[in-house]
């Protein structure tokens, strides 16, 4: 069963080595257990999405930089979400802030490959359809 998102979900990345929790701005949104519910454009990078320790992604140019200097062995740098396009697929019948709700099924993609996944939505008592 679809669960809402809230502020402080767990967010993890394929290309990540740590989680990070989602940020929720409190900009006229609904509160669902006391925090405000996220949507699928909460996805910006630095603001909603926090960074998430070290990249392993060959596509960051950091990464790959820094795979360079050591002679081709693999070098995580640290991580910088590029995630330009919004949460999908989000909930089509729950508007948070008039757009789609996000819900813990929904991911959003980073350009250099990953792919930002809810792993604990941080509502618990609140279902969504």
Do not use: K
């Not at 990540?16 to 929720?24: E, R």
């Not at 640290?78 to 995630?83: A, D, G, K, R």
């Amino acid at each position: 069963m679809p669960q809402p998102v809230v502020a402080g979900a767990q967010l993890t990345c394929s290309f990540g080595a740590a989680p990070s929790a989602l940020v929720v701005l409190p900009e006229a949104r609904v509160l669902i257990e006391g925090r405000p519910a996220a949507n699928i454009m909460d996805h910006e990078p630095l603001v909603n999405i926090p960074t998430f320790g070290m990249c392993t992604s060959a596509a960051n140019p950091a990464v790959a930089a820094a795979t360079a200097a050591a002679m081709g062995v693999l070098t995580p740098a640290p991580c910088i979400p590029q995630t330009e396009a919004p949460w999908v697929p989000g909930a089509p019948t729950v508007l948070v802030g008039n757009m789609p709700a996000l819900n813990n099924g929904s991911v959003c993609l980073c350009i250099f490959g990953g792919s930002v996944t809810i792993g604990v939505a941080g509502a618990v008592r609140t279902m969504v359809p």
